[in-house]
């Protein structure tokens, strides 16, 4: 049984900072890419940032310059580094794993439950 947990969501300032955080948790054998995707109101979700194994990162266009994602394997944790957040970024954000649980198995995507950013103008 593997969760994905999000936090660190809030109320922000245009212009301000916010760091997400999602800790992966359960029977994991091994985590291949992660990252983060988001939803706002009325529009189709999107792929902000991901990561690899290798930590070789890639970001929305929109998103570039401003947003840095991390992750330490240890802990089994991701991380999205928010700044300069703009009104245009509220949206619901969400993690996402490539997984695998068993090494007889094949990886999936898991999900975590979505934590809500609201940058205010």
């Known amino acids: 049984q593997v969760q994905l947990v999000e936090s660190g969501g809030g109320l922000v300032q245009d212009g301000g900072s916010l760091r997400l955080s999602c800790a992966a948790s359960?029977?994991?054998?091994?985590?291949?890419?992660m990252g983060w995707y988001r939803q706002a109101p009325g529009k189709q979700r999107e792929l902000v940032a991901a990561i690899t194994n290798g930590r070789s990162a890639n970001y929305a266009d929109s998103v570039k310059g401003r947003f840095t994602i991390s992750r330490d394997n240890a802990k089994k944790m991701v991380y999205l580094q928010m700044n300069s957040l703009k009104p245009e970024d509220t949206a619901v954000y969400y993690c996402n794993a490539d997984l695998q649980t068993k090494r007889w198995e094949r990886s999936y995507d898991y999900w975590g439950q979505g934590t809500q950013v609201t940058v205010s103008s």
């Open positions: 359960g029977s994991i054998f091994s985590i291949y890419a």
